[in-house]
């Protein structure tokens, strides 16, 4: 059974940085594409960013190129996303997501493209 479990969320002044962590279980984070994903109130669930195993290529949306790197320690079977320079309008639940094994992706995915989904990690930017 597949298991994401993500950590490191919390409050954090405008301008700082955080880590969050996602531990895969039951899962082979280097055959497959893992991502995180954002949502906060009132708004639809949007990717972040993405790694693909495959390609070893990196996705990003727009909002936080520059500011936010994923990485994957394939040896730990876990995804990190370091966020530096927070905005208010980072504050949102992070989801770590990932595909089936064996499915890549070619850009930001959509939540639909997801087959796993962790509880999320709560974010908060103090302005």
């Not at 279980?25 to 594409?33: A, E, I």
């Not at 972040?48 to 500011?67: E, F, P, W």
């Not at 980072?90 to 087959?115: F, I, K, Q, T, W």
Request: contains cysteine; proline residues 2%.
């Amino acid at each position: 059974q597949v298991q994401l479990v993500e950590s490191g969320g919390g409050s954090v002044q405008t301008g700082g940085s955080l880590r969050l962590s996602c531990a895969a279980s039951g899962y082979t984070s280097s055959r497959s594409c893992m991502g995180w994903f954002r949502q906060a109130p009132g708004k639809e669930r949007e990717a972040v960013a993405a790694i693909s195993r495959d390609s070893n290529r990196l996705y990003y949306t727009d909002s936080v190129k520059g500011r936010f790197t994923i990485s994957l320690d394939n040896a730990k079977n876990t995804l990190y996303l370091q966020m530096n320079s927070l905005k208010p309008e980072d504050a949102a639940m992070y989801y770590c997501a990932a595909r089936r094994l064996g499915l890549y992706c070619r850009g930001v995915p959509s939540s639909y493209e997801m087959n796993y989904w962790g509880e999320g990690t709560l974010v908060t930017i103090a302005s």
